[in-house]
């Protein structure tokens, strides 16, 4: 059963798997996505965790595939470069090739995917194409 929060009914099950908020969460503290994934050279980028992280030995791709759903994010970060890695995206708000260059350790990229497009939301020494 699914549990949904919402104003109206307050807390309730429903048929389906996982939980609902319907409504607006506050919270004052550390909020620890501990979902993570080591990407690997030539792999598509996981849609289940929002962290895929990788460390270069030279130049390298991935892929990441359209969002599953809207409001979905996703980070991207080098954290040991050894060469460029190239992430192509499906669905990308800024066109052109719809790549993402990692050039140096500690590099990054934060996207959201609404309207069906991945929209970066922010980034650090990365090049767009």
């Not at 080591?38 to 598509?44: K, N």
């Not at 979905?72 to 669905?91: E, F, P, R």
């Not at 959201?112 to 497009?117: D, E, G, K, T, V």
Request: glycine share 12%; net charge negative; with cysteine.
């Amino acid at each position: 059963m699914k549990s949904i929060i919402d104003d109206a009914r307050g807390l309730h099950t429903e048929q389906g798997t996982g939980l609902e908020l319907d409504s607006v969460v506050t919270n004052s503290n550390i909020v620890n996505w501990n979902s993570s994934e080591d990407l690997a050279d030539g792999a598509a980028a996981s849609l289940s965790v929002m962290t895929s992280f990788f460390a270069t030995g030279g130049a390298e791709t991935s892929t990441l595939a359209a969002g599953s759903h809207t409001g979905q994010m996703k980070i991207l970060s080098c954290s040991t470069h050894g060469g460029n890695m190239v992430t192509t995206v499906s669905n990308p708000a800024w066109g052109g090739a719809g790549t993402i260059t990692f050039t140096a350790a500690g590099s990054s990229c934060m996207l959201i995917y609404l309207n069906a497009l991945w929209h970066v939301v922010g980034s650090h020494a990365v090049t767009l194409g």
